[in-house]
């Protein structure tokens, strides 16, 4: 069951005046049917033009519920200070001021620029408890993209989406980023961000064993096969040599199993945009 929560630390008002009826702060989401023939929005592109996962590829070693897997709240950074602030300055960047973003996959930190103000940032993830810590969420959502990739929110109704170091827990990845796609204005920027680390027995097959390399022309795929998207850039910063390395050590599976790594983390994002990139 999709689940919607205003977030009550920011000022907050639903689109409608509730029914007196109910004792909840919650609401609806208006849904648009990505396959139905009455939207010609959705149907004018943003379709999925072929699979880039076989199925052996979607599997994950931890086959169970990613809703019980994410039910205790993390409130930890999953990356380092480094890979935040590049982050963040990205966002400044390519996220104007007053857009409506959605941050997909999101926790109780956003990375968002502090002084910028947005119009309106909604949140989704799996946990309700790091989504409500979130100060920049001015609602969140909780759904299982796993189970239904569907998002209930308006097609065109947002400027930005983004996802932070959770784009290698996605089984169906095509079907996201075809509703991703769908959600975005024209000229709307999708900006995907990993790095090294991750769960490891939560991740796909297809991404686990990869190399930063890989990994990275594996998102740009996602992107190409979605009718509408703009070429993908790469953005890539990564450590010096002295930097800690992803692979190899006596230990390394562990490392990668517990979703931990020491070391600079190496910055990576693949970046497109809905049909055309607008003149900044």
């Known amino acids: 069951m999709l689940t919607i929560h205003p977030n009550l630390k920011q000022p907050w008002h639903p689109p409608k005046?509730?029914?007196?009826?109910?004792?909840?702060?919650?609401?609806?989401?208006?849904?648009l049917n990505t396959l139905s023939e009455n939207n010609p929005i959705a149907q004018k592109s943003g379709q999925i033009k072929r699979q880039v996962l076989n199925p052996e590829g979607r599997t994950k070693l931890n086959p169970k519920s990613d809703r019980e897997f994410y039910a205790f709240p993390r409130f930890v950074t999953?990356?380092?200070?480094?890979?935040i602030s590049t982050l963040t300055d990205l966002y400044r960047e390519r996220l104007s001021p007053g857009s409506?973003?959605?941050?997909?996959?999101?926790?109780?930190?956003s990375h968002l620029p502090k002084e910028v103000e947005y119009k309106k940032v909604v949140g989704h993830g799996l946990n309700?408890?790091?989504?409500?810590?979130?100060?920049?969420?001015?609602?969140?959502?909780?759904?299982?993209?796993?189970q239904d990739q569907?998002?209930?929110?308006?097609?065109?109704?947002?400027?930005?989406?983004?996802?932070?170091?959770?784009?290698?827990?996605?089984?169906?990845p095509e079907k996201v980023f075809a509703e991703v796609f769908r959600v975005l204005r024209p000229g709307g920027v999708f900006v995907v961000s990993f790095s090294s680390r991750m769960f490891y027995e939560k991740a796909i097959a297809a991404w686990r064993e990869g190399t930063g390399y890989s990994r990275v022309q594996l998102v740009m795929q996602y992107f190409q096969c979605i009718e509408g998207f703009t070429q993908p850039e790469i953005v890539r910063k990564l450590p010096g040599t002295g930097g800690a390395k992803q692979e190899g050590g006596p230990f390394g599976w562990i490392v990668r199993l517990l979703g931990l790594m020491s070391g600079s983390d190496p910055f990576y994002a693949v970046i497109a945009y809905k049909n055309f990139k607008p003149m900044l």
């Open 17 to 31: 005046p509730l029914p007196l009826k109910s004792k909840a702060p919650h609401f609806r989401i208006p849904i």
């Open 78 to 83: 999953h990356v380092d200070n480094n890979f």
């Open 100 to 109: 409506e973003v959605l941050d997909l996959m999101s926790s109780w930190v």
């Open 128 to 146: 309700a408890q790091e989504l409500d810590k979130n100060p920049r969420l001015d609602y969140f959502f909780v759904k299982d993209l796993n």
């Open 150 to 172: 569907t998002l209930e929110l308006e097609s065109c109704s947002l400027d930005a989406v983004v996802c932070t170091v959770s784009v290698q827990y996605l089984q169906q």
